[in-house]
Nanobody, 116 residues
Framework: QVQLVESGGGLVQPGGSLRPSCDAS????????MGWYRQAPGKQRELVAA???????SYADAVKGRFTISRDNAKNTVYLQMNSLKPEDTAVYYC??????????WGQGSQVTVSS
């Protein structure tokens, strides 16, 4: 019983930045971790960043040093600051929430396109 709504994707030039956000509602207290996944056409969905309820973060090697995941507990919102974007970052980005029973909830997905 968790709902996720994403916003903030779009088209950006290489080297640019985007900051999509994910608003969570429902049984917020049941969430143990949230993250951002991405899926490019014809490729498997991959985890790019995650943050636990305790504030620990992790990143895929491909985005380390460029992406930062953060949260605003008052707003029940998670952000993904994406800097120095590359064409290979182009994908549909999905917000994810994992509850204490390890059930996963997903946002609708937001297209991020990095192109000149």
């Amino acid at each position: 019983q968790v709902q996720l709504v994403e916003s903030g994707g779009g088209l950006v030039q290489p080297g640019g930045s985007l900051r999509p956000s994910c608003d969570a509602s429902g049984r917020i207290v049941s969430i143990r971790a949230m993250g951002w996944y991405r899926q490019a056409p014809g490729k498997q969905r991959e985890l790019v960043a995650a943050i636990t309820s305790g504030g620990s973060t992790s990143y895929a090697d491909a985005v380390k040093g460029r992406f930062t995941i953060s949260r605003d507990n008052a707003k029940n919102t998670v952000y993904l600051q994406m800097n120095s974007l590359k064409p290979e970052d182009t994908a549909v980005y999905y917000c994810n929430a994992e509850n204490n029973n390890y059930f996963n909830y997903w946002g609708q997905g937001s297209q991020v396109t990095v192109s000149s």
